[in-house]
Nanobody
Framework: QVQFAESGGGLVQSGGSLRLSCVAS????????MGWYRQAPGKQREFLAG???????NYPDSVKGRFTISRDNAKNTVYLQMKSLKPEDTAVYYC????????WGQGTQVTVSS
């Protein structure tokens, strides 16, 4: 069974930083592209960052330079380092296999105060 367990969210002031973690299980992690996504209340889920099994990354322009995705294949874990956070970054953050139709995890709440 594919599972994702996100952690590391919390309340942070505008301009602050957070590092999110996601432990994945139920599939061959080191051969799988992983992504981070977020969903704010009343909005659609948004792609934030992707990383291939070999470590090639991609980001939308909206977060490029502020968010960094990385992975530790030995720990089946993907990370999202976020800096210069803004109130509009407030959302529930999720990790997921890129392009897969798995169920989503619980996510981790990130709240950025102004």
């Amino acid at each position: 069974q594919v599972q994702f367990a996100e952690s590391g969210g919390g309340l942070v002031q505008s301009g602050g930083s957070l590092r999110l973690s996601c432990v994945a299980s139920g599939f061959v992690f080191d051969m799988t592209a992983m992504g981070w996504y977020r969903q704010a209340p009343g909005k659609q889920r948004e792609f934030l960052a992707g990383i291939t099994g070999g470590g090639i990354t991609n980001y939308p322009d909206s977060v490029k330079g502020r968010f960094t995705i990385s992975r530790d294949n030995a720990k089946n874990t993907v990370y999202l380092q976020m800096k210069s956070l803004k109130p509009e970054d407030t959302a529930v953050y999720y990790c997921h296999r890129v392009g897969a139709y798995d169920s989503w995890g619980q996510g981790t709440q990130v709240t950025v105060s102004s």
